[in-house]
């Protein structure tokens, strides 16, 4: 078993229920977690934008959590696992990563959801990059 993917898709599925509560927590919870001043007017005069972005997002982190999961050995093997899992492992680096050129380049933008949002999504990235790795060294 492959704990790094099994602990990487575990963060994933954490991530997208994070995502549907959320939607169900209403403008509040988008201000909290980042989301955005405009995002959170949206969703305090009923507009279905925040919900179908927000959804949309969890759907896709819950999707990572499969492969994640399929990687591991937990469930039954995905199409396209390897390429999906080294596609997934660079989206979470990239978006980790992204912190650095904003303090370079607009260091005006720097808050505290940005902060925190970059190094947990860097976390899972290399919680990624290791059961990957190992995924794809195990089946050479």
């Known amino acids: 078993m492959n704990k790094a993917l099994l602990w990487g898709g575990g963060f994933s599925l954490s991530a997208g229920l994070l995502h549907f509560a959320i939607i169900v927590g209403g403008a509040d ?4 977690f980042g989301a955005g001043e405009a995002l959170a007017r949206l969703a ?3 507009s279905p934008i925040p919900g179908a972005i927000t959804a949309a997002i ?8 499969l492969y994640a999961f399929a990687g591991a050995g937990l469930t039954r093997r995905l199409p ?10 660079a989206v979470y680096l990239l978006r980790g990563l992204a912190l650095f050129p904003a303090i370079l380049l607009a ?3 720097i808050d505290a959801f940005l902060v925190w949002s970059s190094a947990v999504s860097l976390f899972i990235g290399m919680v990624y990059l290791s059961g990957t790795r190992q995924m794809i060294w195990e089946n050479s």
């Open 29 to 32: 919870w988008y201000r909290f």
């Open 44 to 46: 305090e005069q009923g």
């Open 58 to 65: 969890a759907l896709v982190l819950l999707l990572w959590g």
């Open 80 to 89: 396209w696992l390897k390429p999906a899992l080294i596609a997934i492992t």
């Open 107 to 109: 260091p005006h933008t």
